[in-house]
């Protein structure tokens, strides 16, 4: 499955070129920077952090706050509302449980 390029109103919206576009997309693998697949929609979202004001921002100033593209399932449900913080407290959560389950099953 190939990916599909997205259209310059989208890329204006981030404040990306084709070039970048393409350049991630390549840095990536050609797949979504988080499942490492290609969706079969064939098209990858552009990841951003919810910055306050972006919809307002210089396309410049946009550019920073693009993380990456992911596919819309990666996109909602995995990196939507998360942060640093909450991420690392998710990965502890799930780290505790490891723990306990190796703990669990050595007794």
């Known amino acids: 499955m190939i990916v599909r390029e997205p259209t310059p109103a989208t890329l204006r919206k981030y ?3 084709l070039d970048q576009w ?6 990536q693998g050609g797949v979504c920077a988080i499942c490492r697949k290609v969706p079969k929609s064939g098209r990858l979202c552009i990841d951003h952090y919810h910055a306050k004001g972006f919809k307002h921002m210089a396309g410049t100033e946009k550019l920073r706050h693009v993380r990456g593209l992911c596919c819309s399932y990666c ?8 942060d640093l ?3 690392r407290a998710v990965v502890a959560y ?3 449980h490891m723990n306990r389950e190796v703990t669990n099953a050595g007794g």
């Open 15 to 17: 404040g990306l070129s």
């Open 22 to 27: 393409r350049q991630m997309l390549q840095e």
């Open 75 to 82: 996109n909602r449900y995995k990196v939507a509302k998360l």
């Open 85 to 87: 913080t909450s991420s």
């Open 94 to 96: 799930l780290e505790r």
